[in-house]
């Protein structure tokens, strides 16, 4: 009877500290939460406005089609295996 016991007083302070836990994480993601908000409000418009438009230029790079196109190429006979045009003298 008393294992039982020690076993179930193990049990319940495994449940509090994970309790605990969940409590301090909760009150972590509140204060991150109010600092994110806090941050957001003394943003400079313009410096969104820059960090977007480097972002929409980051976007535009791979193109799917120009890969096809140099993969089709590289089989044919008589051309560069180099997808650059070779610069005459």
């Not at 500290?17 to 943003?43: C, G, I, P, T, V």
Request: proline share 6%; net charge positive; hydrophobic share 25%.
């Amino acid at each position: 009877m008393a294992e039982l016991v020690t076993i179930i007083e193990q049990r319940n302070q495994i449940v509090n500290s994970m309790d605990q836990d969940r409590q301090r994480e909760e009150e972590e993601d509140k204060l991150m939460e109010a600092m994110l908000k806090k941050k957001d409000f003394h943003k400079d418009p313009e410096v969104e406005q820059q960090q977007q438009q480097q972002q929409k230029k980051k976007g535009a790079k791979f193109k799917p089609i120009k890969v096809l196109k140099r993969l089709s190429h590289r089989g044919e006979p008589g051309k560069s295996h180099s997808p650059r045009k070779e610069k005459s003298p």
